[in-house]
Structure formats: C-alpha cells, structure tokens
C-alpha cells in the first residue's frame, strides 16, 4: 500500500472528470480490536490492535467487496484501522494509493480511554448520562501539558461529539470536491462514521447513538455531483458478510426490535431468501396493512412462524395503528422490568413511504435522504433503559 497524508492541492486528483451524476462513499468500520473484546473506551488512543477475529471478519469484509470498483481509499492513521485496510485489501485482491486523514480518528475522550465501559458507567455516572442522552452537551476536561510561555499545565474544555462533527465536515468538505462521480472506500471508527453519516444527510449531533456501527459494518452514501448537502444513504451497517443473521444488540437484549420490510413484491427470491435469513429469529407479533402485496409479504416471511401473532390493519389506518403499537408494547415491556432477558420483535410491512417515514423519524431527518431499497430489511432497537432508539442496519441485504 502506498500512504500519502490528505491534502487540499492533490493534483494528480483534480480535473479528473466522469459520467457518473453521484459520488459514492463506503465507509466500513475497524475490525474487532483488543480493546473492543476487553470492553473498554478507546477513543483516539493508539494502544489497541486487531484480534485474530479481527483479522479473519477484516479479510472477510474485503472479499465481499471484492466485485466494487474502488477509485481512492481514505483511512484514520490508528493502528486498529490500518490493520484493518491491510486484510481489507488483501481480500479485494487490489493495490490501491491510502490517503490517511488525521480528521478521520476516532473521537476524542483522553478522560475514559482505557477504561472499561463498566468503570465508566460506575464512577463516572453523571457524566456517562450526559454522553447517552445528551451526547451534544457531553464535556470533559483533561488535563494537557501543552507547549505556552510559562510551560505549565492547564486545563482545555472540550466537547468531543461535537468536535467531531466539525472534523466530519471538514473532511467531506476537502474529499468531496476531489473525486466527482467516483466510488469512494473510507475505512475509520465507530463514532466518525457516524459523525460522517450524520453531517451527510443532517442528522444533528444530538442523535449521535441513534446509529450502530459494528466492526466491519458496512455503509453507503451517495452524494450528488453538485454537493453533499442533499446526499442519501443507501444502506447502512452491513454486517451479513460476517455470518450475522442481524446486527447484534449493543445496549443489552430488553427493549423491543422491529424488522422494517417494505411492501413492493418486485423480487420473490429475495423475499423467499430473507425468509430464510429469519427462520431461527423470534417474531413475536407482526403487523402489515390490508394491501394485496403487504399481505403476501408477510404471509411468506412468516412461513416459518407458526405461533407470531398476526395484525392486518387497512392500509389508510395504517400508520396511526403503528405508532399507538409501539407505544404499547414499549410500555408493556417496561412495566415488566423482572423478565431481564426477553427481547420483544415484531415484523412491519408496509408501503415504502410508511417505512421511509418511520426511519425518518428515528433518525430526525428529512425522508428524501434515506434511499429505501426494494426486498431489504431494515433494523430499529428501541432499548429498554435509554429513551433513544437505535437504527441496526437500513437496507440489509447479502453485500455483493
């Protein structure tokens, strides 16, 4: 691999021109590192590298995308990523120059890193609430030897979530303009992708953990030629590479997980293959409008599943039932905290618009900037002690 430093005035970059009308950006998030499997912050420190998993899921990730044209790679300089592109690539069986970008680390928070999640959770229990449910006003205060007049210590404010959304900006603000109408790989971290996603399709910084990043989840964006202001996403946390059935649960397994299909019947066999796929999932209830199509759909998701409880409900009453569904059996599941092991799934099909819409919400941006796929799976966690709901994967499908 051949690593240059990102920079504005790369020549050999600009003027290239092509037919394309969109940018497209994979991002693909490091492989399982040391840190990762011991359960501790990470953060922009340097000490973790890949676990032999790692290696293997890092490799496996680059055979699925074996079949992408790549035109450029972008990478953070952090050991755990560069390990990761190495396997990466060796599984695409490509060379390709690596622009390695400082602004593409991972978040900065010198106050936990190396220290486990359940320490943190412990002893910095003010804190650790402000970084789930107000990730936006989430602030630490290191000390920094820095290099002034006098050569003392002093302390320096920051506020990582947003420091690293103005990281993201500048960064699609510098790449953007270098590679139009070409397909883009962005290997990186968990909160930088999603600070990337975020700034693409205006997810504020305040839905900073309303999108899960597995290691080695794969995601697409696709900006059009004249900005990335208007972008969509076209998938998000692809993880059936790995032999995942469905993204595992971060936050714990109570809550209630709902599988999103829309109802468009343009491809039987994949509809029969996501059958299969959810076969050893349990689907307690499932909801699905009157329609022709929506009907057929879940009938044949659910061959499988002979005790899930069925709903039709007609198509114009359709999103009202929904959400007053929701507000159910979330309230159902927390008045029955005792039951800490059971997690509450439901299959939706409905019409693309009501799936759109409900994604939308989650997320609190604009519908026009989820790119919804025809025969995909779509994955929203609604945790049972966190009032913010997960977006697993949007548009899962077999990455090939």
Not at 30 to 46: E, F, M, P, V, W
Request: aromatic fraction near 8%.
């Amino acid at each position: 691999m051949i690593y240059m430093q990102l920079k504005l005035d790369h020549k050999e970059l600009k003027g290239q021109e092509s037919p394309s009308s969109i940018t497209r950006v994979i991002l693909v998030r490091h492989a399982q590192s040391t840190y990762n499997a011991q359960k501790r912050y990470q953060g922009s420190c340097d000490d973790s590298v890949l676990t032999e998993k790692g290696r293997s899921d890092a490799y496996q990730t680059g055979v699925a995308l074996r079949n992408t044209k790549i035109d450029a790679v972008y990478t953070s300089p952090l050991r755990r990523v560069q390990e990761t592109l190495v396997e990466i690539l060796g599984g695409m069986k490509i060379e390709k120059p690596v622009f390695t970008s400082p602004l593409l680390q991972e978040i900065d928070m010198p106050a936990w890193q190396g220290l486990t999640y359940k320490y943190v959770q412990e002893y910095f229990a003010a804190d650790y609430r402000c970084w789930k449910e107000r990730p936006h006003e989430f602030e630490m205060t290191p000390q920094i030897e820095r290099q002034v007049k006098s050569a003392i210590c002093v302390k320096q404010q920051c506020f990582p979530v947003q420091d690293l959304y103005d990281r993201a900006h500048q960064f699609w603000q510098e790449l953007l303009p270098l590679h139009t109408g070409k397909t883009i790989l962005i290997v990186s971290h968990s909160g930088t992708i999603r600070a990337l996603i975020s700034t693409a399709i205006a997810i504020k910084c305040e839905q900073y953990h309303v999108l899960q990043q597995s290691n080695c989840g794969i995601s697409i964006l696709n900006f059009p030629t004249l900005g990335y202001q208007q972008s969509q996403l076209e998938a998000m946390n692809l993880t059936t590479h790995l032999g995942e059935v469905l993204p595992k649960l971060k936050d714990g397994k109570q809550g209630l997980r709902l599988l999103l299909v829309p109802a468009t019947n343009t491809n039987p066999h994949l509809i029969n293959q996501l059958a299969e796929r959810l076969q050893t999932v349990p689907i307690d209830f499932s909801l699905n409008s009157d329609l022709e199509s929506s009907q057929h759909i879940a009938e044949q998701l659910l061959k499988y599943h002979s005790k899930t409880l069925q709903i039709q409900v007609l198509h114009q009453y359709f999103p009202q039932i929904l959400q007053q569904k929701l507000s159910f059996q979330r309230a159902t599941i927390s008045s029955n905290e005792t039951d800490s092991t059971h997690l509450m799934t439901g299959l939706i099909v409905a019409c693309p618009s009501i799936i759109q819409n409900l994604l939308s919400q989650v997320l609190d941006t604009s519908p026009e900037c989820l790119q919804l796929i025809p025969d995909t799976l779509s994955v929203i966690y609604y945790p049972l002690k966190s009032r913010t709901p997960v977006l697993q994967t949007m548009n899962m499908i077999d990455f090939v």
